[in-house]
């Protein structure tokens, strides 16, 4: 059906980077938008970002001016440059695709912000 496969995360140290990819495949090609969330131990998975079909853009306020979303759409990626990484950035990320009225999500990829 829809596959997301991502790669990327890792252990970086406080003022780090990281760059999150993440490839779609299968019955893809109603795609509305893909987007990053993140659910770090203890809280509610939350969205990261997000990228539109039409190239729109959104953030959660505390990523905003360190992380960019974007996108190739002639490979199906979605990529997540993360900079400025903080140890509150420390989550297990989770790459979404909406697809009509469905969700689909990857397997998730760990980040972890520590020094």
């Known amino acids: 059906q829809v596959q997301l496969v991502e790669s990327g995360g890792g252990l970086v140290q406080p003022g780090g980077s990281l760059r999150l990819s993440c490839v779609a495949s299968?019955?893809?090609?109603?795609?509305?938008?893909m987007g990053w969330y993140r659910q770090a131990p203890g809280k509610q998975r939350e969205l990261v970002a997000a990228i539109r079909k039409g190239g729109s853009t959104n953030y959660t306020d505390s990523v905003k001016g360190r992380f960019t979303i974007s996108r190739d759409n002639a490979k199906n990626t979605v990529y997540l440059q993360m900079n400025s990484l903080k140890p509150e950035d420390t989550a297990v990320y989770y790459c979404?695709?909406?697809?009509?009225?469905?969700?689909?999500w990857g397997q998730g990829t760990q980040v972890t912000v520590s020094s």
């Open positions: 979404n695709a909406r697809i009509m009225s469905s969700d689909y």
């Open positions: 299968g019955s893809i090609f109603r795609l509305i938008a």
